[in-house]
């Protein structure tokens, strides 16, 4: 849709403008969509965010037709709405960057009680080695433990469980987010193997975890 605020006005001379001004339906139709877009809770709050930049710089409401938030990462000049190609930027600088979840922090590797280091690819997993371990529980992760599913586009694929319990012949896996394709890959592999996974979704199961064979 287009954001062009001359688009379908006598004024406007763009293509989205020219087709606008000669499909009045279409024009309609664009207008309601921006409408209901930006009466989202998301979109308040994103020209809030912009309103408080300009009020900042002392340039909010002074008819100067230019926007402080749109400007790019190279610059400090300020540019008017229609040139921006930036805006992204003045917000990230204003939110900071956007954290990512401890589950997908970088690998590490984990020293076991007998000394060796086992490489973990998430904190979530080196929480769940040290609740293993403080249980007592025989654990071991190793990559040739492969169990075969078959993704939706029906291609064979093999899991690799994050975490097997030889002593219980039981698997484990941590799992802090849930795609779709994730969700069918976990229902493929337990459908097509007859293994025991028990399944750890926040850090509050992993600290509370006690082998119960019951559990799914």
């Known amino acids: ?21 000669s499909n009045p339906k279409a024009a309609k139709k664009r207008d309601a969509y921006n409408k209901k877009y930006h009466s989202t809770k998301s979109r308040k709050k994103y020209r809030a965010v912009l309103q408080s930049i300009n009020r900042k710089k002392g340039t909010h409401g002074n008819g100067d037709g230019l926007d402080e938030a749109h400007q790019s990462s190279k610059s400090t000049d300020t540019k008017k709405q229609k040139q921006s190609r930036n805006r992204a930027d003045k917000l990230r600088q204003y939110f900071g960057k956007k954290k990512k979840k401890k589950l997908w922090s970088k690998q590490s590797k984990y020293k076991c009680k007998d000394g060796s280091l086992v490489l973990m690819d998430s904190t979530w997993e080196v929480e769940c080695a040290k609740r293993l371990d403080e249980l007592g529980i025989r654990w071991i992760r190793n990559p040739s433990l492969k169990l ?31 795609t779709d ?5 976990m229902k493929d592999v337990q459908e097509r193997n007859p293994v025991k996974i028990i399944i750890l979704e926040s850090l509050d199961e992993i600290a509370s975890f006690t082998l119960d064979l019951e559990r799914g």
């Open 1 to 21: 849709m287009a954001r062009n605020k001359l688009a379908g006005t006598k004024r406007g001379k763009s293509k989205s403008a020219r087709y606008y001004q």
């Open 148 to 178: 075969k599913y078959t993704t939706r586009g029906r291609r064979a694929r093999n899991y690799i469980p994050d975490f097997y319990l030889p002593d219980h012949d039981v698997y484990i896996e941590v799992k802090g987010y849930w």
């Open 181 to 185: 394709a994730a969700r069918h890959k």
